[in-house]
């Protein structure tokens, strides 16, 4: 199983900030099969990135993300207060497919 | 547009069985895997299982392989998730979802709301 660990756990910042949320897999995600979700408190995660770079659909070029192997990263580059969210990293190369455990990115 | 309404959940004690399932809408439902995910309170996401498009091959974890069973039923667009030998450690919210390109070794793009589920004796 390939365990995905996210870094920080909490990131305390302030909108106009930038975000670097970091994700690190224990055996390489094959073909960058890898993912970022935001999650809002009583709504559904919506897809952000995939393929470790790509945007999904309506996703606005303020996120961002890079990486490959076993280093993933996802940058969002100018705070704006609804990105206030916990994120998850997900890699679906490899059965079973699995998420980090979040990086909580709060207002400070 | 592209729903996902999962229905189901409810209280049910320890041992004893549930079956989840989710109506689909807006999209070819017969041409896509779909997946089922998990957060427990105050727990990050769990991938639950997966079924292909056809419905020949599922996939899950460790944690749930012999207790749950995942099916669907395209002439109905609706998915299922069969929970037996239920645990209070399966205590979530659950979640339907897509697979972005319609194999199972795709994002999720769409997310039903979750419907909860609590093992309680």
């Known amino acids: 199983e390939i365990v995905l660990t996210q870094s920080p756990g909490t990131l305390s910042l302030s909108p106009g900030e930038r975000a670097t949320l970091s994700c690190r897999a224990s055996?390489?995600?094959?073909?960058?099969?890898l993912a970022w979700y935001q999650h809002k408190p009583g709504q559904a995660p919506r897809l952000l990135i995939y393929?470790?770079?790509s945007r999904a659909t309506g996703i606005p070029d303020s996120f961002s993300g890079s990486g490959s192997g076993t280093d993933f990263t996802l940058t969002i580059s100018r705070l704006e207060p609804a990105d206030f969210a916990v994120y998850y990293c997900?890699?679906?190369?490899?059965?079973?497919?699995?998420f980090g455990q979040g990086t909580k990115l709060e207002i400070k | 547009q592209v729903q996902l309404v999962g229905s189901g959940g409810g209280v049910v004690q320890p041992g004893r069985s549930l079956r989840l399932s989710c109506a689909a809408s807006?999209?070819?439902?017969?041409?896509?895997?779909l997946h089922w995910v998990r957060q427990a309170p105050g727990k990050g996401l769990e991938w639950v299982a997966v079924?292909?498009?056809?419905?020949?091959?599922?996939y899950y974890p460790d944690s749930v392989r012999g207790r749950f069973t995942v099916s669907r039923d395209n002439s109905k667009n609706t998915l299922y998730l069969q929970m037996s030998s239920l645990r209070p450690e399966d205590t979530a919210v659950y979640y339907c979802?897509?697979?972005?390109?319609?194999?199972?070794?795709?994002?999720?793009?769409?997310w039903g709301q979750g419907t909860l589920v609590t093992v309680s004796s």
């Open positions: 055996q390489s995600v094959s073909s960058s099969y």
């Open positions: 079924i292909s498009y056809d419905g020949d091959n599922k």
């Open positions: 979802a897509r697979a972005l390109w319609g194999s199972y070794r795709s994002p999720l793009d769409y």
């Open positions: 393929g470790a770079s």
């Open positions: 807006g999209f070819t439902f017969s041409s896509y895997a």
């Open positions: 997900h890699q679906y190369g490899t059965s079973p497919y699995t």
